[in-house]
């Protein structure tokens, strides 16, 4: 079991920046694939990018490839999203997540997850 702490989110103008990290506990983080999630007010929650075990493999919907940017440091137990060139319609709750599917594909097949940091971005 690994439980997941995601930290870095706050408020931001419309074309900034910010970056996430999630810090994992237990001694298997490399086994997991990590996932980001986001949920905005009355909306599901949707998929933001997965990187693979290896962190060699990443993927994003189109709704943020080319500004985020997903990645993992094994020998610290963390996860990170770089967000870039943000967007109002990226205010959100941004929660990280864990599995150990070799590819999961929604968000159903994470069985962890952290409590959630909040990202607000203003026009």
């Known amino acids: 079991q690994v439980q997941l702490v995601e930290s870095g989110g706050g408020l931001v103008q419309a074309g900034g920046s910010l970056r996430l990290s999630c810090s994992a506990s237990g001694r298997t983080f490399e086994n997991y694939v990590m996932g980001w999630f986001r949920q905005a007010p009355g909306k599901e929650r949707e998929f933001v990018a997965r990187?693979?075990?290896?962190?060699?493999?990443?993927y994003y919907p189109d709704s943020v490839k080319g500004r985020f940017t997903i990645s993992r440091d094994n020998a610290k137990n963390t996860v990170y999203l770089q967000m870039n060139s943000l967007k109002p319609e990226d205010t959100a709750v941004y929660y990280c997540?864990?599995?150990?599917?070799?590819?999961?594909?929604?968000?159903?097949?994470?069985?962890?997850w952290g409590q959630g940091t909040q990202v607000t971005v203003s026009s």
């Open positions: 990187v693979m075990r290896s962190g060699g493999s990443t």
């Open positions: 997540a864990a599995s150990l599917n070799l590819y999961p594909s929604s968000r159903y097949q994470y069985p962890y």
